[in-house]
């Protein structure tokens, strides 16, 4: 089991991003445009892209779309020898009578401090690189309002006690993926006159006929 634990991961099997995702079904729609796709297809295939989680999964999406110039398609892919990604990381993240947002790829370490007087914050774990197993949000607001997006992939466990306020888990906007190995994100504070939320969304730029009802 250590030796599995310490050994790099396929690149074939790494995660993919909303970007490669977006690459791919950008393929697909010119590929449609040129008549190799019928409109069923098209749909189809961009409904295994949306729900595609590994750099394998998208391969058999655009295998039969060589170019008839003999050009190669080019299909999202790790580069070899890659380093980690390299995001920024925020150890705390506060809002005083304004805003402060946390999107795209960012380093979330093992505890976090989120706060809001009077203003707003966003917490958006959707593309962000979790560096423990199980990462603590101490969350508060004061007549103010944070939010915490998590992904399919993310167990959240919401712990917060409201004051005249708000401190609640809202509902999935996409149907959980979960796993044993799925990595934890405990959400914990107070809110004051103000709200606290956690919600499960698809990928950042989901076209909305492919967010589902839930």
């Known amino acids: 089991m250590g030796e599995m634990e310490g050994r790099p991961p396929e690149p074939s099997m790494m995660r993919i991003s909303h970007a490669d995702r977006e690459r791919v079904a950008e393929l697909l729609r010119v590929a449609a445009g040129e008549g190799r796709l019928d409109l069923d ?5 961009l409904d295994q892209t949306w729900a595609a989680k590994t750099y394998a999964d998208l391969v058999p999406i655009t295998h039969d779309l060589q170019p008839v110039d003999g050009s190669r398609t080019q299909v999202p892919s790790p580069r070899p020898g890659a380093s980690p990604v390299r995001a920024p990381e925020h150890l705390s993240s506060r809002a005083i009578m304004g805003e402060c947002k946390r999107q795209g790829e960012w380093r979330v370490p093992a505890q976090h401090t989120a706060f809001a007087l009077m203003g707003s914050v966003l917490l958006d774990l959707r593309e962000a690189v979790l ?47 979960l796993g044993p190995d799925s990595p934890v994100v405990r959400v914990e504070g107070v809110a004051v006159m103000g709200s606290v939320t956690v919600q499960r969304l698809p990928p950042p730029g989901t076209p909305k006929k492919y967010l589902g009802t839930y």
Do not use: C, F, N, W
């Not at 297809?41 to 295939?45: A, C, I, P, S």
């Not at 915490?148 to 993310?154: F, G």
């Open 131 to 177: 560096e423990s197993h199980e990462t603590r949000i101490q969350a508060s607001s004061v007549m103010g309002e944070v939010k915490v997006v998590v992904p399919a992939h993310v167990r959240v466990l919401v712990d917060g006690t409201p004051v005249m306020g708000e401190y609640s888990q809202g509902k999935d906007k996409t149907p959980p993926d």
């Open 41 to 45: 297809e098209l749909e189809e295939r």
